[in-house]
């Protein structure tokens, strides 16, 4: 079956750190894959987009590595800030559509 | 970009009753989503908004409990009907922009009592 797993446990850095997400598929084969930024009460974020032929993209403090190989996609915040607590959602293209992974909740602390 | 507009940002129902939820985009898109989000979880897509024609359902989701009509570019309405408290969630209205990403509206929290 299709499934697109992410660290459910929550990742608790310390300000400044690197934070380092994981999002992990099977049995898709995405065109591109894109990460997006929720905070409680509100809609997600669009932060990047990565396509199948791009090995990595940054923006800014954010840079995010997708391996077709892997199957997987690893999200960075370096110098990171208690203003990036968040919930990081990764998403997939399948067939014009894009499906969400589960999620990780990050909380940096100062 | 994109700025999209929910209606209501939140409401509590009656078991039985049903709800409409309008979205409304701040300019014309090709295509248009309806996602549910529940407690703590992730988002789940309930069905594409197609223009003109019939939506588009995902498994586990179906026409007469979840209506959606899409008039124009700009206009989607998500119905959520015969509720039940398993329906309680937050339900999120998405158009995709010119580079295949998202745009979000707030969403919709719906409590079903």
């Known amino acids: 079956s299709q499934k697109i797993e992410q660290n459910s446990e929550a990742l608790n850095i310390q300000e400044g750190k690197t934070a380092t997400l994981t999002c992990n598929y099977t049995?898709?084969?995405?065109?591109?894959l894109q990460w997006y930024r929720q905070d409680p009460g509100r809609g997600p974020v669009f932060l990047l987009l990565?396509?199948?032929?791009?090995k990595e993209k940054r923006k800014e403090r954010l840079k995010v590595t997708f391996d077709t190989t892997l199957k997987q996609s690893l999200f960075h915040i370096t110098a990171s800030q208690p203003a990036d607590s968040a919930t990081y959602l990764c998403?997939?293209?399948?067939?014009?559509?894009?499906?969400f992974g589960t999620g990780t909740r990050l909380q940096v602390f100062p | 970009s994109a700025v999209i507009s929910q209606k209501p940002s939140r409401d509590i129902c009656q078991r039985g009753t049903s709800l409409t939820i309008q979205c409304q985009v701040d300019?014309?898109?090709?295509?248009m989503f309806w996602y549910r989000q529940q407690p703590g979880q992730s988002l789940t897509l309930i069905a594409t908004?197609?223009?003109?024609?019939?939506?588009?359902?995902e498994s586990g989701f179906v026409i007469d409990k979840f209506p959606i009509s899409r008039p124009n570019l700009t206009f989607s309405t998500l119905t959520v009907s015969n509720m039940s408290p398993e329906d309680s969630s937050i339900y999120l209205c998405?158009?995709?922009?010119?580079?295949?990403?998202?745009?979000f509206g707030e969403g919709s929290r719906l409590t079903v009592l």
């Open positions: 998405s158009a995709r922009g010119r580079t295949g990403e998202l745009f």
């Open positions: 049995n898709y084969s995405p065109a591109y």
């Open positions: 990565i396509r199948e032929n791009e």
């Open positions: 998403a997939l293209e399948a067939t014009d559509k894009l499906i």
């Open positions: 300019s014309q898109v090709t295509m």
């Open positions: 908004a197609n223009q003109g024609s019939e939506a588009t359902y």
